[in-house]
Nanobody, 114 residues
Framework: QVQLVESGGGLVQPGGSLRLSCAAS????????MRWYRQAPGKERELVAA????????SYADSVKGRFTISRDNAKKMLYLQMMNLKPEDTALYYC???????WGQGTQVTVSS
């Protein structure tokens, strides 16, 4: 079955950086468009970044454009989110997801605080 395991979260000061990873298994990763979502306490889950399956075309939420970079390694079945210039409002639980499957991982917590 589809499995997604996120890692790389943590506590970072404003202006800092983190790199999130997502290990995928149980489906054809190279054929799957992928997304990163986040959910802050008391808020709806929101789409942060997306990457297409083949061409690697990327898109971002306006709130993270220019600061976050989504990438993938199809050979390793890994999805990444490089986050720079982090802000307190980036604090959330971050999830990766394959577009055509309904499964979610457990998420990885990112906390931006001084």
């Amino acid at each position: 079955q589809v499995q997604l395991v996120e890692s790389g979260g943590g506590l970072v000061q404003p202006g800092g950086s983190l790199r999130l990873s997502c290990a995928a298994s149980g489906f054809s990763f190279s054929n799957s468009a992928m997304r990163w979502y986040r959910q802050a306490p008391g808020k709806e889950r929101e789409l942060v970044a997306a990457i297409s399956a083949y061409e690697g075309v990327t898109s971002y939420a306006d709130s993270v454009k220019g600061r976050f970079t989504i990438s993938r390694d199809n050979a390793k079945k890994m999805l990444y989110l490089q986050m720079m210039n982090l802000k307190p409002e980036d604090t959330a639980l971050y999830y990766c997801k394959a577009v055509r499957y309904g499964s979610w991982g457990q998420g990885t917590q990112v906390t931006v605080s001084s």
